[in-house]
């Protein structure tokens, strides 16, 4: 398809998003690595039940990246710069209370969030010695989540990317080391992680506050407007925790499958987060267009940049099924996977390249939604959903991880129903700040 000016605009949002996105999940591919090399299978499970976890609790709080994203994003379509900071700088403040408040109910129910799952002893031991260390990089990560959103809503996706470059490189020779170096164990890796992301979240600042003292933005927290952060973003918490609530019961399926059906579904969840990311920078820069579009008021450019959205969705998922299906032999390599692993991940591979097309499409349309502010129906389409999902996953249970991995398509097919009905209509297409 030929590129257009508005192709221009998507795409000088969206590849430097994909860029920050992509060296998100490859904090934890690179924990996956070097655990898998360094400590072996038990290590390997032991660190996808504390990463599930912990990405409950953090991607439970995404809301400060997209609510912060949309809200400023509208407020500087509509002209009020200085209002659209002032939105930015609560969402920090709103981050670091949530991760304060994080550290100090994760650290003691750390067990027994394990324990959900059914690890074995030695599995669950590990995997409550990584998540209470990566508990002490929470507030980090929320800030990270919450400059990201400022940023993005100002149209700026190239400082995230530079920020997370860096992260990431810094995450994986900090593993290196102290996994492979210091033979500190799994709380090596945790260590590594969470110092990364700490120094990430303090280069966000330095930039948020810059910032803000530009445009005369009081930096002190405003306690209505923290109030009204957290209240906003009620609705994208109802979707996330649908969301989480799908890859929850996936992993906890898993686990009571056996150790390497355990170790072959993280693996192959982190694949499929790789991948996620990368299709969601289209929704990333749907969500900026669409905001600040609707900001303006002007509804056209909305449905015009939604479409061509859609198209680019639909290209990049057919793109990226044929990656993984090009890269599937040389997966279980990377990943230091024994052979019972090995034949598990090469055959859930299959359908994870499958659905990528669906998921295409069905992450622009979220963005778009979210970039309106459409989120009391994306709380709703998510319990449908999540009530599609439940029992195809319970089923699949008695036959085998490429059934539980169907599905996960069910569910996915279900979003691309409710999602691309809402988008279709007028209700979502409400302008002004």
């Not at 700026?156 to 470059?165: F, S, Y």
């Not at 449908?384 to 249970?397: D, M, N, Q, R, V």
Request: net charge positive; hydrophobic share 60%.
């Amino acid at each position: 398809m030929p590129i257009t000016p508005q192709d221009r605009e998507i795409l000088r949002l969206a590849l430097p998003a994909f860029g920050a996105l992509v060296a998100e999940p490859l904090f934890l591919l690179a924990d996956y690595a070097i655990v898998g090399h360094g400590l072996g299978t038990t290590a390997v499970g032991a660190l996808g039940v504390a990463g599930a976890v912990l990405a409950t609790l953090v991607n439970l709080c995404v809301f400060l990246a997209y609510g912060t994203t949309a809200s400023v994003a509208r407020q500087s379509g509509a002209g009020n710069h200085a209002r659209a900071m002032r939105n930015g700088v609560d969402g920090i403040w709103l981050a670091l209370a949530i991760g304060a408040a994080l550290i100090a109910l994760g650290w003691p129910l750390a067990p027994a969030m394990v324990d959900l799952f059914g690890a074995g002893p030695d599995q669950a031991e590990q995997a409550v010695t990584y998540l209470r260390i990566s508990l002490l990089g929470a507030p980090g990560m929320l800030v990270v989540l919450a400059g990201t959103g400022v940023l993005r809503g100002l149209r700026d996706t190239v400082t995230p990317l530079v920020v997370a470059v860096g992260s990431f490189a810094l995450n994986a020779a900090l593993n290196a080391w102290f996994v492979l170096g210091l033979h500190w164990g799994i709380a090596g890796s945790a260590w590594g992680t969470t110092l990364a992301q700490t120094l990430g979240a303090a280069v966000y600042l330095v930039v948020v506050v810059r910032g803000a003292r530009r445009l005369g933005t009081p930096l002190m927290p405003d306690l209505a407007g923290v109030r009204q952060a957290g209240t906003a973003g009620f609705a994208l918490l109802i979707r996330t925790v649908c969301l989480r609530i799908v890859l929850l019961v996936g992993t906890v399926v898993a686990t009571r499958m056996g150790k390497a059906e355990l170790a072959a579904y993280a693996i192959a969840g982190q694949v499929w987060n790789l991948l996620a990311f990368a299709l969601d920078a289209i929704a990333i820069a749907g969500q900026a267009i669409t905001g600040r579009s609707l900001g303006a008021g002007d509804t056209a450019a909305t449905r015009a940049a939604t479409r061509r959205m859609t198209q680019w969705g639909l290209w990049s998922g057919l793109a990226l099924g044929v990656l993984v299906v090009a890269a599937r032999p040389l997966l279980p390599g990377l990943f230091g996977a024994d052979p019972a692993v090995t034949g598990e991940l090469l055959a859930v591979l299959w359908p994870v390249a499958l659905f990528q097309p669906i998921c295409g499409v069905v992450f622009v349309l979220d963005g778009v939604l979210i970039g309106a502010g459409d989120q009391r129906y994306l709380a709703w389409a998510g319990v449908w959903t999540t009530l599609a999902y439940l029992p195809a996953a319970f089923l699949a249970s008695g036959f085998g991880l490429v059934a539980l991995w169907c599905a996960l398509g069910v569910w996915m097919v279900a979003r691309l129903i409710t999602l691309g009905r809402r988008a279709a209509g007028t209700a979502w297409l409400v302008t002004g700040a």
